[in-house]
């Protein structure tokens, strides 16, 4: 069982940056892949960006390509969003998953097998 804690959420002005932390329970090392997606009030939750666990490849969500940052830091067991040029519309919980594929790039909820609680991020215009 792989336990996931997101951290780093909060209140931002539009064009702000934000940095979300994943830590994992366990050494995750290069067996799982890693991903965030995030769910807007109303709406679906929906892929962001993901790694995968041998941290050679890395897949974005076209309206976060260029903003946002993916990262993974195996000695800390810890996977990092870094969110910059923020807009309203980025405001959604943000959840971190994680499922056991280590080449790969997991971009489809329904196909994660451990995930976190979520931390809320709030763009303000």
């Known amino acids: 069982q792989v336990q996931l804690v997101e951290s780093g959420g909060g209140l931002v002005q539009a064009g702000g940056s934000l940095r979300l932390s994943c830590a994992t329970s366990?050494?995750?090392?290069?067996?799982?892949?890693m991903s965030w997606f995030r769910q807007a009030p109303g709406k679906e939750r929906e892929f962001v960006a993901g790694i995968s666990g041998n941290g050679c490849s890395t897949n974005y969500a076209d309206s976060v390509k260029g903003r946002f940052t993916i990262s993974r830091d195996y000695a800390k067991s810890t996977v990092y969003l870094q969110m910059n040029s923020l807009k309203p519309e980025d405001t959604a919980v943000y959840y971190c998953?994680?499922?056991?594929?280590?080449?790969?790039?997991?971009?489809?909820?329904?196909?994660?097998?451990?995930w976190g609680k979520g931390t809320l991020v709030t763009v303000s215009s």
């Open positions: 998953a994680a499922v056991s594929k280590p080449w790969d790039v997991a971009t489809n909820p329904d196909g994660m097998d451990f």
């Open positions: 366990v050494r995750t090392g290069v067996r799982y892949a």
